[in-house]
């Protein structure tokens, strides 16, 4: 079934791509919450502020925002799928 | 080196080219003459070039293919071949090929009255491997210079660039950032030892020498 092969060989491509994304968006965030404490607040547990930055984001819609890479994908073939057959 | 890292280069950007040129779809104004069915053989190396429509002809080595014949507005042939991709690459979803030959059959004009059509499809058309593009989709026209943008294709390569660029900007300051930096270290612990060596060659060889046999006198 090509659907199915389509589905999973999809599915795996766009999870690596999630899982590097999501390696990179925290990383940025470590560095920007790092150069935060570094420049304006200097002061109390710079770990802990790290830490607290990072929790935060996990909950945030930001984060959540990286699974369009996944949704985009399936919106875009629907997109193409309608166009291509159903519009003259 | 040099020149090996160039042709690398050159033949890595020939084939990303070639791959899109084939991939993308591309627009022709053409009049429509005919279709017709013909029995294609599938069992040589040209079969990457048709079409894997349903689950069945993977295994077959021979199978009706439906062809679009046109004409374009400088009076030259073109022929397109009409093909399911189905959920197959390149990813065009194209499952309505029996209502593109409908289309196709109710747009046929002659010469003295000719209807123009758009016909969008991707790949190419070569005599020698009898190779033909697939038809996609078809719209009718005004006239033979009718003007025919490409914006999926133009946003396609817009967002293929900008993802390309995003890539070679983030890595070019990763390598910036902790490659560059250890190559340096690498190099300068490379000097440390070779200066050390040479200064201990340096005391080793006095020693060395201290045990050779003076030059009595």
Same mark, same amino acid.
């Given at each position: 079934?090509?659907?199915?092969?389509? !589905?999973?060989? #999809?599915?795996?491509?766009?999870? @690596?791509?999630? %899982?590097?994304?999501?390696?990179?968006?925290?990383?940025? &965030? =470590?560095?920007?919450?790092?150069?935060?404490?570094?420049?304006? !607040?200097?002061? #109390?547990?710079?770990?802990?502020? @790290?830490?607290? %930055?990072?929790?935060?984001?996990?909950?945030?819609?930001? &984060? =959540?925002?990286?699974?369009?890479?996944?949704?985009?994908?399936?919106?875009?073939?629907?997109?193409?799928?309608?166009?291509?057959?159903?519009?003259? | 080196?040099?020149?090996?890292?160039?042709?690398?280069?050159?033949?890595?950007?020939?084939?990303?080219?070639?791959?899109?040129?084939?991939?993308?779809?591309?627009?022709?104004?053409?009049?429509?003459?005919?279709?017709?069915?013909?029995?294609?053989?599938?069992?040589?190396?040209?079969?990457?070039?048709?079409?894997?429509?349903?689950?069945?002809?993977?295994?077959?080595?021979?199978?009706?293919?439906q062809f679009i014949q046109a004409i374009?507005?400088?009076?030259?042939?073109?022929?397109?071949?009409?093909?399911?991709?189905?959920?197959?690459?390149?990813?065009?979803?194209?499952?309505?090929?029996?209502?593109?030959?409908?289309?196709?059959?109710?747009?046929?004009?002659?010469?003295?009255?000719?209807?123009?059509?758009?016909?969008?499809?991707?790949?190419?058309?070569?005599?020698?491997?009898?190779?033909?593009?697939?038809?996609?989709?078809?719209?009718?026209?005004?006239?033979?210079?009718?003007?025919?943008?490409?914006?999926?294709?133009?946003?396609?390569?817009?967002?293929?660039?900008?993802?390309?660029?995003?890539?070679?900007?983030?890595?070019?300051?990763?390598?910036?950032?902790?490659?560059d930096p250890i190559l340096?270290?690498?190099?300068?612990?490379?000097?440390?030892?070779?200066?050390?060596?040479?200064?201990?060659?340096?005391?080793?060889?006095?020693?060395?020498?201290?045990?050779?046999?003076?030059?009595?006198?």
């Open positions: 079934m090509a659907v199915l092969r389509l !589905i999973f060989v #999809g599915f795996f491509i766009l999870t @690596i791509i999630y %899982g590097i994304a999501a390696l990179y968006s925290r990383s940025v &965030r =470590k560095a920007k919450l790092a150069q935060e404490w570094d420049t304006e !607040i200097q002061q #109390g547990d710079r770990d802990a502020f @790290i830490r607290e %930055g990072l929790r935060e984001y996990s909950g945030s819609f930001r &984060r =959540k925002l990286l699974f369009g890479i996944y949704i985009v994908p399936v919106l875009v073939i629907l997109t193409i799928i309608y166009i291509t057959n159903f519009v003259n | 080196m040099r020149y090996i890292k160039w042709v690398f280069i050159i033949v890595f950007w020939t084939i990303v080219l070639t791959f899109l040129h084939y991939t993308l779809p591309q627009k022709d104004v053409v009049r429509i003459v005919n279709t017709y069915e013909e029995r294609q053989d599938l069992a040589d190396w040209t079969r990457i070039f048709w079409s894997v429509p349903d689950d069945q002809s993977e295994t077959l080595i021979n199978r009706d293919v374009r507005p400088n009076g030259k042939n073109m022929v397109y071949r009409n093909e399911d991709t189905g959920w197959n690459w390149p990813p065009y979803f194209k499952f309505d090929t029996a209502d593109l030959y409908t289309d196709a059959n109710d747009m046929i004009s002659t010469k003295d009255n000719p209807v123009w059509v758009s016909v969008t499809h991707y790949g190419w058309r070569n005599r020698f491997l009898s190779v033909f593009p697939n038809a996609i989709s078809m719209k009718q026209v005004e006239g033979p210079d009718a003007r025919v943008i490409p914006w999926v294709s133009i946003i396609i390569l817009i967002i293929l660039f900008a993802i390309f660029w995003a890539i070679r900007v983030r890595w070019r300051r990763f390598r910036r950032a902790r490659i340096q270290d690498a190099g300068e612990t490379w000097d440390g030892v070779d200066q050390r060596y040479t200064e201990t060659r340096g005391k080793f060889g006095r020693w060395l020498d201290s045990w050779r046999s003076k030059p009595k006198n």
